[in-house]
């Protein structure tokens, strides 16, 4: 047997990067993140290749402080959490502290940013994780960050990425989720130079929804409100005769963060009964709203899993929510189109 010793830092960072970062959509996902956690109010994401070459997120958040800039690459490094206990009730979409270090360990990055505090910003390049150049810079408020060449110090995961338009595809439906999450923030996507998506940012769920699944699908959907205990359940779902043959269009959130649960599906399925064609799924769009410290986030290194303190309690506040909203008058024009 060879001798045990400790992996090298560099070894180490590449693997705890595969966990966080599986692909363009990863990085995406977490760059809007920190966006939103940074208060923005605008956020650009643009991607090239399907954001195998480039991808960037512009925000108007509040940006990292000069001295910070580097550190906020380090490995377990966040503003977000301080201790133990913060744990127990997590406010923001981060806190782990290892999405920049993951994403700068395997492409090459440029930072951008200035806090309100400062005249002038700081410009940061890193590849590899390595810091490369630091200079001032002139920049508006907020962070803009570039993520060139994603897995180019990684040919074992460049080798499993798909083809630049399914890369894309995934990019686009992780933004997608995220202006479905945060309809206060204004989303914007363009894709190779084009745009794809701009919700207006206005805090209705309705409009961020109706700019995120177009105007088909709004028509076929009702709106949703209801409280269970110690929790509300706001949002819009299917007509029983607009299902479709995937579950593909079913988007939860708690607490302002998508997530998958299986409670939740189970709840919104079982609320349509005997109302849908078997093989028919509905969709929806499904916002939970709980205390904090009655949903635990950190069980996945993507928090896209949760837990909850009590299923039950969430599958009733579903279900029931679902199951009034089924039981107005059909006849209603939808919610989504009385503005
Ligand atoms: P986490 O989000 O879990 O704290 P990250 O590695 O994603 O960890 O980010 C590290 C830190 O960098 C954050 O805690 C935050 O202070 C800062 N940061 C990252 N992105 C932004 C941004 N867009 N605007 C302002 N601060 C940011
Ligand atoms: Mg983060």
Known sequence: MPHIQPLDPHVADLIAAGEVVERPASVVKELVENAIDAGATAVTVEIQHGGMTLIRVTDNGCGIAAEEAETAFLRHATSKIRSEYDLEAIGTLGFRGEALAAIAAVSRVDLLTRTADESVGVSVELEGG??????????????????????????????????????????????????????????????????????????????????VLGREMALGLRSVTGSGEEMTVNGFTSLPTCCRGTRGYQHFFVNGRYVKSRTMMAALEEAYANQKMVGKFP?????LTTKLNAVDVNVHPTKQEVKFGSERKVFDAVYYAVRAALEQDQTRPTAVLER
Do not use: W
């Open 130 to 211: 390595v810091v490369v150049s630091r200079e001032e810079a002139g920049c508006p408020q907020g962070t803009t960050m570039v993520v060139r060449d994603l897995f180019y110090n990684t040919p074992a995961r460049l080798k499993f990425m798909k083809k630049d338009s399914a890369e894309g595809a995934a990019v686009f439906a992780a933004v997608q989720r995220q202006a479905l999450s945060h309809p206060e923030v204004s989303i914007r996507f363009l894709r190779d130079g084009r745009q794809e998506l701009l919700t207006p940012g206005d805090g209705q769920l309705k409009s961020a929804v109706y700019a």
């Open 283 to 287: 969709g929806c769009v499904l916002h």
